[in-house]
């Protein structure tokens, strides 16, 4: 399940729980409602803090990834083996 289907998932929740306390007990919502949209901003921020962080990270593993094949073919092509041959062959490098 990927991560924006499980927020919406979550956010239609929370959405349905407060329609059936809005008409369960209606004298609770008042207070209710102030504190819930004084706490959805911070969530929202910290979780966007959070995704920011991820896809840096996300990023770095990349570029690592990419730098230490390149190395690889590098070190293939300067090589003479017979196994590194028949490697040079698969990669067509």
Do not use: C, Y
Not at 22 to 46: H, M, N, S, T, Y
Not at 77 to 86: A, F, G, H, L, W
């Amino acid at each position: 399940m990927s991560t924006n289907r499980l927020i919406v998932l979550i956010f239609i929740g929370l959405i349905t729980f407060a329609i059936v306390f809005a008409v369960k007990k209606p004298e609770l919502v008042q207070d209710f409602w102030l504190w819930l949209l004084g706490l959805a901003a911070p969530i929202i921020r910290i979780a966007k803090l959070l995704w920011n962080v991820l896809v840096q990270k996300g990023a770095q593993v990349l570029a690592w990834v990419n730098k230490e094949e390149e190395h690889i073919k590098e070190r293939l092509k300067t090589s003479t083996s017979n196994v590194t041959k028949e490697i040079k062959q698969g990669l067509e490098i």
